[in-house]
């Protein structure tokens, strides 16, 4: 069987590189080859320190050279570039592996029965239109799927910029005056809302109803005139399709600098969408952490994901561990004395020394505001080692930095020898997008908490500590909700490995 093919070479190949840093390499390629030959399809959770290094790729490939028939590897063009540059090749000289592979946005042929490597806006696009670019029944392994909802809610938006509305009045002249009104009152509305740092707004009721009452006078209109007076334009087609469903997500995003509104329409609910993509082809979807449990109801749940292989790899206790540290008194994050109190914490750790290894020290917080005033205040003090969202940071400097930038360029920087998380990565109802995705919810009288706010923190969290347990780095968690709410051991075990104290690590440099 292929299973057994590709445990021997894999083993045969790991005892000639040395003992593997990541002990799950044959249990992945097994696992991966049993999935192509049932066709039948699997999750797989490789943990934080394993997706940062990317060595599990190694174990996934393996089982797709060595299968005999056509696969697709989905992944992102960083990840697909590590495929085809480093790793591929490294098997290809090794094994002598001959099988033909290719990337491009769609199949190459009929023929073809090697490896296609693509990108997810091009797979997701063409299987949630329905498109013909990536024959069915195909085996497919969709990598780094900790982003796979955020690919969705990409290509499942409908985005209008100025220049639409000018489209939509060519494409019905007899009715330029109810759009170019239509126009003018909700950029009107959007100009009135009070800034937020996010630069987003949900539409009110009214403007809803605006964009409703323009919806049933073009439809009207082409239905009551022979030839009709569109057709459509295709953004707007596509933005009264995102329109219909009753759960959906309308917001404006607003450029006041430059007077420009932008109007932007998706839906709340993806697992819709997705219920015809699955069917199509067996599917193995590898992510870092994609939900705090080994079976991912929650993630299944929420993608419409049916039932598969699911499994959750424990990471190495002794190699991966981080040191832990756990203040106590500190007051709660929505408390009027926590940012005083947590610009002198702060503080204390940058001056009372280092972790006696090399590696800058990085700051995460989302509260924009807070964050500007923290590094503008650390920049007074610590000089030009402090650095606000710059990628530019060498080993003794000082990253102040949003959860959304770490985690895009940490793969870049060298791992932190102190990570110092301020607040839990909890999405915050300030930010329109979030307030929505709650008030979805608690239309359904679900525990938004649990099913939305929770999971998400609990995974980027894994995520931003990978980098620290490379060497056994410390983490100072000083978001105090950890001792004091009922969800608080569940984040204390997310961490783990990990060794915690509520002092300082006595092996800091003076």
Request: aromatic share 8%; glycine share 6%; with cysteine.
């Amino acid at each position: 069987m292929i299973e057994a093919q590709v445990h021997q070479q894999l083993r045969a190949l790991l005892r000639e590189w040395g003992e593997p840093s990541w002990p799950h390499h044959l249990t992945l390629a097994r696992l991966v080859a049993r999935a192509l030959r049932l066709r039948r399809s699997a999750l797989m959770q490789v943990g934080g320190l394993s997706a940062y290094q990317g060595e599990y790729r190694l174990s996934y490939l393996i089982a797709l050279m060595l299968w005999p028939g056509p696969a697709v590897v989905v992944a992102p063009d960083p990840t697909a570039q590590r495929v085809l540059m480093v790793d591929i090749p490294r098997l290809q000289e090794k094994l002598r592996l001959r099988k033909p592979v290719q990337r491009g946005n769609g199949w190459p042929g009929d023929g073809f029965d090697g490896l296609l490597i693509t990108t997810p806006e091009a797979w997701l696009g063409d299987r949630l239109e329905g498109g013909t670019q990536f024959p069915a029944g195909i085996p497919t392994l969709i990598d780094d799927a900790d982003n796979l909802e955020l690919w969705l809610h990409q290509q499942l938006t409908a985005d209008l910029a100025t220049l639409d509305w000018t489209h939509l009045a060519l494409a019905y002249p007899d009715h330029q005056s109810l759009i170019q009104d239509t126009q003018v009152a909700l950029t009107h509305a959007a100009f009135q809302r009070p800034a937020n740092p996010y630069h987003r707004y949900l539409l009110e009721e009214g403007d809803s109803q605006q964009l409703q009452r323009l919806h049933q006078v073009l439809t009207a209109s082409r239905a009551s005139v022979p030839q009709g007076e569109g057709p459509m334009p295709p953004r707007w087609a596509k933005f009264w399709q995102r329109f219909s469903p009753p759960d959906h997500l309308l917001w404006f995003s607003v450029d006041r600098d430059r007077g420009q509104m932008a109007l932007h329409c998706a839906p709340v609910e993806l697992a819709t969408a997705m219920t015809s993509v699955w069917p199509r082809q067996p599917v193995v979807l590898i992510g870092a952490a994609l939900d705090p449990d080994a079976d991912a109801e929650n993630f299944r749940q929420r993608l419409g994901l049916g039932d598969l292989t699911c499994l959750q790899f424990t990471p190495n206790r002794q190699n991966d561990a981080i040191q832990l540290y756990l203040p106590t008194h500190l007051p709660l994050p929505n408390t009027p004395q926590f940012q005083g109190v947590l610009h002198q914490e702060i503080r204390r750790l940058l001056s009372v020394g280092r972790p006696q290894i090399p590696g800058p020290t990085v700051i995460l917080l989302d509260d924009l505001p807070l964050k500007g005033q923290l590094g503008a205040r650390l920049a007074g003090e610590f000089g030009s080692r402090v650095q606000v969202e710059n990628a530019a940071i060498d080993a003794n400097g000082i990253l102040v930095s949003g959860w959304a930038f770490w985690r895009r360029h940490q793969g870049l920087l060298p791992p932190p020898a102190l990570l110092i998380i301020a607040t839990l990565p909890l999405p915050s109802l300030e930010n329109p997008m979030v307030a929505g995705r709650v008030a979805y919810h608690k239309r359904r009288r679900q525990d938004w908490f649990r099913l939305y706010l929770f999971p998400t923190a609990v995974t980027e969290l894994q995520r931003a500590v990978a980098p620290s347990r490379l060497h056994g780095g410390t983490v100072a968690l000083l978001d105090t909700r950890v001792h004091y709410r009922s969800y608080g051991a569940q984040i204390l075990e997310a961490l783990s490995p990990a060794a915690c104290s509520r002092s300082l690590p006595t092996a800091w440099d003076p």
